[in-house]
Nanobody
């Protein structure tokens, strides 16, 4: 199993970024996927989940209305569109595969998002 995130970078407050996570090594459309982030000096924070077919999505309260998770099962890729970014969104963003038990069983290497003027 391999999960490779991309799309991070430096963006000004109020800006947007779209993160991608390319998956391989498993049947992608059998599993839910998640985005999780870790800010400097802080614990991991759950960001968003998407079901196997994209029919159900879930967000942490502070991301609702600003972030959108989606997936393209034909491309084995999950996305996180982030709008109205704030400095407190600065973190390493990881995508994670969900096991049938709803725990995370595989993680990507992460992509850095820095929101700063």
């Amino acid at each position: 199993v391999q999960l490779v995130e991309s799309g991070g970078g430096l963006v000004q407050p109020g800006g947007s970024l779209r993160l991608s996570c390319a998956a391989s090594g498993f049947t992608f459309d059998d599993y839910g996927m998640s985005w999780v982030r870790q800010a400097p000096g802080k614990w991991l924070e759950w960001v968003s989940d998407i079901s196997w077919n994209g029919g159900s999505t879930y967000y942490a309260e502070s991301m609702k209305g600003r972030f959108t998770i989606s997936r393209d099962n034909a491309k084995n890729t999950v996305y996180l569109q982030m709008n109205s970014l704030k400095p407190e969104d600065t973190a390493v963003y990881y995508c994670a595969k969900k096991a049938p038990t709803d725990e995370y069983d595989y993680w990507g290497q992460g992509t850095q998002v820095t929101v700063s003027s």
